[in-house]
């Protein structure tokens, strides 16, 4: 029975050994990966929250002012056409005029 109880203490004792053992290794483990991703996040060149908030705020209020402006062009070249009609109308109008006064 003693020889059980031995095997059984010393089965213990390799276990508990192992056990510190993973222990240290996943602490070890845990240190490495955290200094990675550490040095990965440096080196990686991320902006701040607050940063990106400002700029995509302002790239919003851009946009915003530029689909503005478009509808502004369209309008103003509509004008630009109207009128460019509206004097060729005018232009023949006055050729006939003056054909038939002559």
Known sequence: MQSSNKFFDDLAKVVTGAASTF????????TFIR??????????????RE?????????IKARTEQEKLEVRIKD???EIN???KNDKTKTIKKTKTKKSRH
């Open 23 to 30: 222990t240290g290794v996943k602490s070890e483990l845990e």
């Open 35 to 48: 200094q990675n991703l550490q040095r990965l996040l440096k080196d990686a060149d991320l902006v701040k």
């Open 51 to 59: 940063e990106f908030e400002v700029i995509k705020s302002i790239a």
């Open 76 to 78: 103003l070249e509509k």
């Open 82 to 84: 109207t009128a460019k």
